[in-house]
């Protein structure tokens, strides 16, 4: 089946530093991929849609400038949280299908950032 | 606006069959979706409705309405394992993903 993977599981890092997460599609092409974040017992939120080749579409109130995403190739694409803050401590999970539009989104196992 | 309504939390006997409901309100409709994640992981695919009528897989089953916004997850013969929330989420007519709140099952023995 269509294995998606994420990089890092989980990481912890100081105010002001910036984060890099990956997102891999293993078996599979993916031309978009998408961004959730999600907050403890609340359900996810989609932050951006990240289009191979071209720049990612971001939902109203997610700030581009501060979760910068790359997707270069179809099968990798990365978020990138600038200048971490507490608050941007959360769960982000990374998605993409391996068919149409009515295919179903495989998920990532989702990265652990925790801002000290 | 577009709204995915379910419960918070339902608690069930392990053994038994539940039922959580998820009623939707969306720009068009392309699917609903049911996904299960269980805590600290992610989401998990389980079922994709497009029609009305009952889907069925193994101890999971998914019901849609259309006509009125309306699906439900049935799960049977419960065990412990199926402690998850349980996550509702309609296509819509952009083939965008609107998300529901997600439903806490919490399996007694």
């Known amino acids: 089946g269509a294995v998606v993977s994420q990089h890092p599981s989980w990481v912890i890092c100081k105010s002001g530093t910036s984060v890099k997460i990956e997102c891999r599609s293993l078996?599979?092409?993916?031309?978009?991929m998408f961004w959730y974040r999600q907050f403890p017992k609340q359900s996810l939120m989609l932050m951006a849609t990240?289009?191979?080749?071209?720049?990612?579409?971001?939902e109203q109130g997610v700030e581009k400038d501060k979760f910068l995403i790359n997707h270069a190739s179809l099968t990798l694409s990365t978020l990138t949280v600038t200048s971490a803050h507490p608050e941007d401590s959360s769960f982000y999970i990374c998605?993409?299908?391996?068919?149409?539009?009515?295919?179903?989104?495989?998920f990532g196992n989702g990265t652990r950032l925790t801002v000290t | 606006g577009q709204n995915i309504d379910q419960p918070t939390e339902m608690t069930a006997t392990e053994g038994a069959i539940v039922q959580i409901n998820c009623t939707y309100q969306t720009s068009g409709f392309n699917g609903l979706f049911w996904y299960q994640q269980h805590a600290g992981e992610a989401p998990t695919f389980l079922s994709y409705?497009?029609l009305d009528g009952l889907e069925e897989k193994g101890r999971f089953s998914s019901f849609l309405s259309r006509s009125k916004g309306y699906s439900y997850l049935l799960l049977k013969e419960l065990q412990m394992k199926d402690s998850a929330s349980y996550l509702c989420a309609v296509s819509d007519s952009n083939y965008q993903l609107i998300w529901g709140a997600g439903t806490k099952l919490i399996i007694k023995p």
């Open positions: 998605s993409a299908r391996s068919g149409s539009e009515n295919s179903p989104l495989h």
């Open positions: 409705n497009v």
């Open positions: 990240s289009n191979e080749g071209s720049k990612a579409t971001y």
């Open positions: 078996d599979f092409q993916a031309t978009t």
